[in-house]
């Protein structure tokens, strides 16, 4: 069973730094981009980030850009999300998501999603 597991997430004073990972399993994602979305109460679902298959190319929503990085480990797997510089409109739901295809954030239909991780980000 293909699955992918956030974690990291929590509450955080602004401009505090958190750190998010995706634990991908069932099979290797090493040939799939992976990303991140969030959604906070009562908003849409947003692109905050996406990675190609080896990590070299990677794609910023504007409201991250220069405080979010995005990164992954093939050999384990994993995605992570190093957020600094921390925002009250960060708080979201951050979701893990991975799709063989690149832009993937322009899709309805991307094929795996994690469940969520909550980060609050405290004034």
């Known amino acids: 069973q293909v699955q992918l597991v956030e974690s990291g997430g929590g509450l955080v004073q602004a401009g505090g730094s958190l750190r998010l990972s995706c634990a991908a399993s069932?099979?290797?994602?090493?040939?799939?981009?992976m990303g991140w979305f969030r959604q906070a109460p009562g908003k849409e679902r947003e692109f905050v980030v996406g990675?190609?298959?080896?990590?070299?190319?990677?794609y910023y929503g504007d409201s991250v850009k220069g405080r979010f990085t995005i990164s992954r480990d093939n050999a384990k797997n994993t995605v992570y999300l190093q957020m600094n510089s921390l925002k009250p409109e960060d708080t979201a739901v951050y979701y893990c998501?991975?799709?063989?295809?690149?832009?993937?954030?322009?899709?309805?239909?991307?094929?795996?999603w994690g469940k969520g991780t909550l980060v609050t980000v405290s004034s």
């Open positions: 990675i190609n298959w080896s990590g070299r190319s990677t």
């Open positions: 069932g099979r290797t994602f090493s040939n799939d981009a």
């Open positions: 998501a991975a799709d063989r295809r690149w832009s993937f954030w322009n899709y309805d239909d991307i094929e795996y």
